[in-house]
């Protein structure tokens, strides 16, 4: 039976992940932040992936561990002008999308060195905007994380999946106003990344879009930045 460790299923792409994984028939272990997050017919392990205690609890009991897959795929994000961000919406951001799955991954790999890892990324990475610089930025560490390990441990199957928009409900979550029309639905997504999950390593987008934006985005890096630069010092006062 295919063991897979999983974070982030109570909603969005990770709880159609589950639902698939849990179908297939796989011997499910999910990471959810309390009991009453619980999934029936599972292991959960109960940890606040931003409080560090958690952490520190979650990474001793896994250490010991073995899986066949584990899927990366908590996350959260707090939206504002930087300057006004809190030093906790930093540090929640960083510890949920960044610190919990590299503390993750260094206590499971010695167990584990054929583990397939599944890491979640953002095309955020390649297209940085206002209002969501921390979760950028932990987002193209996850991106380089995979891009580390996958030299430092050549044998070990990895997964990196940058993915565009989806209607998952975290933008609505976070009080982030876009135009969700052109966004995918998680529900299909899922569909591709669990096929993925399975079958491929690397890093992907899944969709013909999305590759072309992270095509276009990678090509364009140094001209956007200078555009947005400028946009930014011509419409902004970060003083108000």
Same mark, same amino acid.
């Given at each position: $039976?295919?063991?897979l460790?999983i974070?982030?299923?109570?909603?969005? @792409?990770? %709880?159609? @992940?589950?639902? %698939?994984?849990?179908t297939?028939?796989?011997?499910?272990?999910?990471?959810?932040r309390?009991?009453e997050?619980?999934?029936?017919g599972?292991?959960?392990l109960?940890?606040?992936?931003?409080?560090?205690?958690?952490?520190?609890t979650?990474t001793?009991? =896994? %250490?010991d561990?073995?899986?066949d897959?584990?899927? @990366?795929?908590?996350?959260?994000?707090?939206?504002?002008?930087?300057?006004?961000?809190?030093?906790?919406?930093?540090?929640t951001?960083?510890?949920?999308?960044?610190?919990?799955? =590299?503390? $993750?991954?260094?206590?499971?790999?010695?167990?584990?060195?054929?583990?397939?890892?599944?890491?979640m990324?953002? =095309?955020?990475?390649?297209?940085?905007?206002t209002?969501?610089?921390?979760?950028?930025?932990?987002?193209?560490?996850?991106?380089?994380?995979?891009?580390? =390990?996958?030299?430092?441990?050549? @044998?070990?199957?990895l997964?990196?999946?940058?993915f565009?928009?989806?209607?998952?409900?975290?933008?609505e979550?976070v009080? $982030?106003?876009?135009?969700?029309t052109r966004?995918?639905?998680?529900?299909?997504?899922?569909?591709?990344?669990?096929?993925?999950?399975? %079958?491929k390593?690397?890093?992907?987008?899944?969709?013909?879009?999305?590759?072309?934006?992270?095509?276009?985005?990678?090509?364009?890096?140094?001209?956007k930045?200078?555009?947005?630069?400028?946009?930014?010092?011509?419409s902004y006062?970060?003083?108000?």
């Amino acid at each position: $039976m295919t063991r897979l460790l999983i974070s982030g299923v109570t909603s969005g @792409l990770g %709880k159609h @992940l589950l639902s %698939k994984a849990i179908t297939s028939g796989w011997d499910v272990t999910t990471i959810v932040r309390s009991s009453e997050k619980s999934v029936e017919g599972c292991e959960n392990l109960i940890a606040d992936l931003s409080n560090s205690k958690d952490l520190d609890t979650l990474t001793a009991s =896994l %250490k010991d561990r073995t899986f066949d897959h584990v899927v @990366l795929n908590a996350a959260c994000a707090k939206v504002g002008p930087f300057h006004l961000q809190t030093a906790t919406d930093i540090d929640t951001v960083l510890r949920t999308n960044l610190h919990a799955p =590299l503390r $993750m991954v260094h206590a499971l790999i010695p167990n584990n060195p054929r583990t397939k890892f599944t890491f979640m990324s953002s =095309l955020s990475v390649h297209y940085p905007g206002t209002n969501y610089a921390t979760y950028s930025v932990s987002k193209a560490a996850i991106t380089q994380l995979y891009h580390a =390990l996958q030299i430092e441990y050549p @044998l070990l199957p990895l997964l990196c999946l940058e993915f565009g928009g989806m209607k998952t409900g975290m933008h609505e979550k976070v009080g $982030m106003k876009v135009n969700t029309t052109r966004f995918r639905d998680p529900k299909k997504v899922a569909t591709k990344v669990f096929s993925a999950i399975q %079958k491929k390593t690397g890093l992907r987008t899944l969709h013909t879009d999305w590759y072309v934006v992270r095509k276009i985005g990678v090509i364009m890096d140094g001209t956007k930045t200078r555009i947005r630069r400028w946009h930014g010092a011509r419409s902004y006062n970060w003083r108000k």
